[in-house]
C-alpha cells in the first residue's frame, strides 16, 4: 500500500496554503517526499482493520532495561553491557545522537580491552516466527567500530526445526571485521529462515590490542528484501560530483554510481529507532545516459 500526500502549497493560486493539515506540526511535512507518519499508519490500519503488521518482526533500540528480552551468553567476565556512552572511545548512543537525553539513552557495547584473542560474547533476540509465504527477512542495525582491525563481529541466525527443537541450527549469515570507524555505520544483513529463529550478535576478540570494541543499536528485523545501500557522510560538504563505491547488482554485475539507466533513491533519514515511526525524507531519479551536464550523467 502506498499513500501520497500534495503538499500544503499544490494547486495553489498564490493565496495561502491549499490543504491545512489537523495537526499544526505537520504543516511543514506533508508532501510526496515524506514517509508516512506513525498516525498515517495508525490511521489506514484502522480504516482496512489491519490489526497486526505483515512484514514487521521486531524493534530494539536498549533504551528499555528489558532490552526487547534479548539474552546474554559469554566466555569472559564482562561480555555486552548496556551502557549510555563509552569515554575510552568517545561513543555515545545512536538513537538520539548529539541531542540531551537526560541518561535515558543507551546502546550495547562489547569491550575488547583487557581481553584475550578468542575471547566472545553473543547477545541474542527473543524467538521469531516468519509469516509471509516468502521466506526472505532483512535485519537492520547500526555498529561502531572502535576496536582493532583483527576484532569480529559476526551475525547469526538459530533456526528450530520444530517445538522440540530448543539447540536450533546455527548459519552464520555474515560478518564484520576490518579497520575501525568514528562514526555508527548504518548495515543490512539478508536473511532466509523458513521456521522459527532467533538472531544472535557474537563479538569477538581478534589480535592486538585495543581501548575499544563493537557497539550496537537501533535494531530492526523486518519481512523484506534488503537494499543495497551507500552511506554518505557530511552530505553538505560534498561537491558537485562524487562516486559511490563499487556495489555488485542482484544479476552479477559490478558497477559504480552514476550509473546509466539506474534507479537510486536520495534518502535523509529519520533518527527513529523504530523503522516504521521514521519519516525520512526522499527523492527517486533513474540516470538517463541522453541527459548530460558538463559531460556528467544526470
Known sequence: MSLMHFGKASYTNGNGSTIITKRPEFQDMIGQNLDMSEYDAIELNTLYKCNLPTTFLQSCSFDDESLCQMSFCSSTERGWQRVSSVRAVNVTDHTYLHKKTNGSSFFMHFSVEGKNEGDSARLETKAMTPTRDCKVQCLQFYYYHSGNENDKLNIWIREHQNEADSRGLFRRMDSITGRPDNYWRLHHVPLNADKTFRLLFEARKGAGNSSGGFSLDDINISQ???????????????????????????????????????????????????????????????????????????
Open 224 to 298: 523484506t528484501e534488503c537494499p543495497q545501500i551507500w552511506q554518505i557522510r557530511n552530505f553538505r560538504k560534498l561537491k558537485n560530483y562524487t562516486a559511490s563505491p563499487l556495489y555488485y547488482s542482484s544479476e552479477g554485475y559490478r558497477y559504480q554510481w552514476p550509473c546509466p539507466w539506474r534507479q537510486v533513491t536520495f534518502q535523509v533519514l529519520d533518527q527513529n529507532p523504530h523503522m516504521q515511526k521514521r519519516m525520512s525524507f526522499e527523492r527517486s531519479l533513474t540516470t538517463d545516459p541522453a541527459m548530460f551536464t558538463d559531460g556528467k550523467i544526470q
